[in-house]
């Protein structure tokens, strides 16, 4: 309990700062609405193909859609990061500055993402291999999303390449998971209790009373998605945040954003259980 509860407080700082600098919120807008488009014309057609008894070729266009869209979000998520880090030292970032940075980092993402695409591929074959197929991948899939944490913030703030990068995310993540799984939890909690939750309940009364009143129903569906997009683009930013506010301490000891050194210390923690010294570098137990 006490984790979460340092979890929550981190997370709270990080809604504060969304809160003051709301532009943020542009990244994950604009890659959400990317992500739609390439979605449609790419992956939907891939499937509709392999559907169609066409697996060769509807593989390939699924493939390079699945890709495509991974490039996408890992582009405006290092947008984010770097807005956030330039907005944790007293700058006043913009949506131009962030994806500056991006497009930087366009190799860097390019290689990330194709990381990202075989993973996916992989775990998803792999839970199509019955029950035990199924609990491995799961596994697997949980591992994978804590070891690339902090991604995102080392490709935007170091430039690293994909196999630097999955290191250098690894070896944070060994000697600091304690506020990583702490603020993850925290952060999807808040956003499911206050977000998804009210938002699904909104839509599934929106199916039920559809028959009887139809404007009522859609209004309430309308939203009930209109809640939901919001609640994901919360979430999303939330964690970019803390993970870049968290990447900082961990590097160099700086308490960023508002944040005390000592909520961020009592949160970080080593393999051993003690708390980091302020001065921990990634890496090191």
Same mark, same amino acid.
């Given at each position: ?114 990381? !990202?695409?075989?993973?996916? %591929?992989?775990?998803? @074959? &792999?839970?199509?291999?019955? +029950?035990? $197929?199924?609990?491995? =991948? ?97 979430? !999303?930013?939330?964690?970019? %945040?803390?993970?870049? @506010? &968290?990447?900082?301490?961990? +590097?160099? $000891?700086?308490?960023? =954003? ?28």
């Amino acid at each position: 309990m006490s984790r979460i509860k340092r979890g929550w407080n981190l997370t709270k700082k990080s809604w504060g700062l969304l809160r003051g600098h709301p532009a943020l919120l542009r990244f994950p807008l604009y890659g959400g609405a990317a992500t739609i488009l390439c979605a449609i014309v790419v992956v939907g057609p891939g499937l509709y193909l392999i559907e169609d008894d066409q697996t060769v070729f509807g593989g390939v266009l699924a493939v390079i859609g699945f890709y495509l869209l991974a490039l996408i979000g890992i582009y405006f998520s290092v947008g984010l990061a770097a807005a956030a880090d330039m907005t944790f030292r007293g700058q006043d970032a913009t949506v131009a500055d962030g994806l500056a940075v991006s497009r930087t980092r366009l190799s860097q993402i390019a290689g990330w993402a194709a990381v !990202s695409t075989a993973i996916g %591929i992989v775990l998803s @074959a &792999l839970e199509n291999q019955g +029950l035990a $197929g199924q609990i491995a =991948g799961r596994l697997l899939a949980v591992g994978w999303s804590l070891i690339t944490f902090l991604a995102v913030p080392v490709i935007a703030l170091e430039g690293t390449g994909p196999l630097q990068t999955l290191k250098r995310s690894s070896s944070l993540f060994k000697s600091r998971w304690g506020a990583q799984v702490t603020g993850n939890i925290a952060i999807g909690g808040a956003v499911f209790l206050f977000g998804i939750l009210p938002s699904a309940l909104l839509i599934f009364a929106g199916f039920l009373v559809w028959a009887s009143a139809s404007f009522a129903g859609a209004l309430l569906l309308v939203i009930g998605v209109i809640g939901l997009a919001i609640s994901i683009l919360v979430s !999303s930013a939330l964690s970019n %945040i803390f993970g870049v @506010a &968290l990447y900082r301490y961990a +590097l160099d $000891g700086e308490a960023v =954003g508002g944040f005390t050194p000592e909520e961020l210390n009592s949160a970080v923690r080593t393999k051993g259980g003690r708390n980091a010294p302020p001065t921990a570098t990634p890496g090191t137990v």
